[in-house]
């Protein structure tokens, strides 16, 4: 199951239901893992942070103890189709979200987010939500 960035956030936060979500995919054996679009919001947050080096030991050990998945060239491809399908016809989807999509589509991975509705609507990729 991939994480998006808003569950990572929220469970080094220490959010509640993120919190039981985490437990609850775990008590399933499934594991969670986190993408390269993630990471790249994760790291842009820290640059933009009045703590970065406090944070950055907490959120590069947080992130070093979950499986990664790269954006390689299919989840790219796949990705961009999803970015311009929903610009042609009208919806939004951040580029960010698009490529955790194609990740998750080309992987057949649900996507573990509070954030279901950028979502929705696209086509092969369903939404664990919290």
């Keep these: 199951m991939i994480a998006d960035t808003a569950f990572l956030i929220d469970l080094m936060v220490g959010d ?26 994760l790291i842009v947050g ?24 790269p954006l390689d060239s299919e989840s790219a491809k796949e990705g961009g189709r999803i970015y311009g399908d929903k610009r042609r016809a009208g919806s939004q989807i951040n580029p960010e979200d698009a490529m955790i999509a194609g990740i998750a589509k080309v992987h057949g991975e649900r996507v573990l987010t509070r954030n279901a509705e950028h979502f929705r609507g696209v086509e092969g990729v369903s939404v664990e939500p919290y």
């Design 16 to 41: 509640e239901a993120a919190v039981e979500k985490a437990r609850d995919v775990e008590s399933r054996s499934i594991p969670i893992t986190v993408t390269a679009p993630s990471v790249f919001e």
């Design 46 to 69: 820290l640059s933009l942070s009045e703590k970065p080096e406090e944070e950055k030991t907490r959120i590069m050990g947080f992130l070093e103890s979950l499986p990664f998945l």
